[in-house]
């Protein structure tokens, strides 16, 4: 049995679970608010749940902890991102205990976000953090959070649909330095992600068998992932290689920097100048990837191959990126046009111009 007594003019709460006291304060100088109390942790403990003060002595420091523990232990590659989404929400619940997490300051979270300039994505990113910290610290025993409050996630309107034409695509290769020619060439025929292609060995190829793999756990989805070479993409490897034979490249990845010393890291300027001397300025390099999934979908490669291929795990994150073009809403037209005019006994004028009557 719990008790009740008075320090000053406040009401504290005394119980015990598993053979351990636990004191309290109500924050009230009421003794009724302080019975209520004492009787909700009482039928918590009944119930086998940890009594709540535990979670005052939790920090939002301690969850993000725990949260990017699980990030390093897991080796996930988002472990940046994860830190920038921890450090914005340190600004707001820094110092704060867990019950203090509530969805009242979570909402003035967002809106100082909103004030900053921040995309609703990057917000949704950042609150995602949050939820996944708190569920850890659920998760955990004993836990350290008792209540995951309800987190309001923004609605996401800024869903690119860049992607290049072929024409555009060549302008762009054509304006590129030339250690980078190669690297948007197999990009724009895979569709493979920047990080994925910057980070391919020549122990990952097989040129006797026109083969490029990834290996299972080095790919955003942590699947393996095979690609078969063309003609084109032949020509490119080859060149690769021969610029490594003559000792121009002393590091094991297929597209070197342009000193052949290194990875490839950063090539923004780059890419921005080329883009702007092809006339296509806004494109950003993972407009290629969707550009890959389009063009395989519309050469008729089945829709499961193609996601093979570029590394798409869901369905409906594939569908994302299979855009839809002005071109082929026109094809689509010419498309339904000749096929209603093969149709027996089908009238090819569907509008029925004004004064004209249809004889029954």
């Given amino acids: 049995m719990g008790s009740l007594y008075q320090r000053g003019n406040t009401w504290w709460i005394k119980y015990y679970r598993q053979g351990k006291y ?3 304060s109500s924050g009230s100088t009421k003794k ?20 709540g003060v535990q979670f005052d002595k939790i920090s939002f420091e301690d969850l993000a902890e725990n949260f ?16 920038r ?58 836990p350290m959070v008792d209540r995951v409050p309800h987190i309001p996630m923004l609605e996401e309107n800024n869903v690119r649909k860049g992607f290049f ?37 020549w122990s990952n190829v097989d040129l006797p068998k026109r083969i490029v793999w990834l290996e299972i756990g080095t790919t955003k989805n942590k699947e393996g992932r095979t690609i078969y070479l063309d003609d084109e993409l032949m020509d490119v490897f080859n060149a690769q290689r021969e610029i490594q034979k003559r000792g121009q490249q002393i590091v094991p990845y297929i597209f070197p920097n342009r ?8 090539f923004r300027r780059a890419w921005v100048t080329a883009c702007r001397q092809a006339g ?28 093979m291929i570029s590394g798409h795990k869901t369905r409906s994150v594939f569908e994302r990126y299979n855009i839809v073009s002005e071109e082929d809403l026109m094809i689509a037209a010419k498309q339904q046009e ?6 027996v006994g089908t009238n090819p004028g569907t509008v029925i111009k004004k004064g004209f009557q249809r004889k029954c």
């Avoid at 300025?281 to 193609?306: C, K, Q, W, Y």
Wanted: glycine letters at 6%.
């Fill in 32 to 51: 009724m608010v302080a019975k209520k109390l004492l009787s909700r942790r009482e039928g918590d403990i009944a119930k086998g749940k940890t009594p």
């Fill in 22 to 24: 636990y004191r309290e």
């Fill in 85 to 142: 989404s921890v450090n914005h929400l340190s600004t707001a619940f820094e110092r704060l205990a867990v019950p203090q997490i509530t969805t009242p300051r979570i909402n003035a979270f967002i809106e100082s976000r909103i004030n900053e300039g921040a995309a609703n994505a990057t917000i949704n990113r950042e609150l995602a953090a949050l939820k996944r910290m708190m569920n850890i610290g659920a998760q955990q025993t004993p």
């Fill in 259 to 266: 000193n052949g010393d290194d990875k490839i890291k950063v």
């Fill in 165 to 201: 034409e072929h024409d555009e695509f060549l302008a762009l290769r054509d304006a590129l330095p030339t250690y980078l020619k190669g690297l948007v060439t197999f990009a724009y025929k895979s569709g493979w992600r920047v990080s994925e292609i910057t980070g391919m060995q």
């Fill in 280 to 307: 296509i300025p806004n494109r950003i390099f993972h407009d290629l990837r969707r550009t890959a999934i389009r063009n395989m979908v519309r050469s008729g490669i089945p829709e499961r191959v193609a996601m």
């Fill in 68 to 83: 990017l523990r699980d990030y390093r232990v897991n080796q996930k590659k988002s472990l940046t991102k994860a830190t």
């Fill in 338 to 343: 000749v096929y209603l005019k093969t149709q």
